[in-house]
């Protein structure tokens, strides 16, 4: 997590960060400065059980005055 806001006093102290599987959340972090804003989601399964592979992509939740902006792993 970058955030581009010239270090604003008013930053929320974390955000909450959704995995989705083919379009569907299966998983939630919440994510904070103690952890440097950084965030793992592990074992994820590759294929369904018909052999199709998965979608994954990462969405944050709604953070009020602030715009997401998904850029590689960051």
Same mark, same amino acid.
């Given at each position: 997590k970058t955030w581009n806001d010239n270090n604003a006093t008013d930053r929320p102290s974390s955000i909450k960060v959704d995995l989705l599987q083919n379009g569907q959340v299966v998983d939630t972090k919440e994510v904070t400065a103690e952890?440097?804003?950084?965030?793992?989601?592990?074992?994820?399964? !590759? *294929?369904?059980? #018909?052999?199709? !592979? *998965?979608?994954? #992509?990462?969405k944050e939740q709604v953070v009020e005055g602030y715009k997401s902006k998904v850029k590689g792993y960051d």
């Open positions: 952890t440097n804003w950084k965030y793992t989601f592990e074992k994820l399964q !590759a *294929y369904d059980a #018909e052999g199709k !592979a *998965y979608k994954y #992509e990462v």
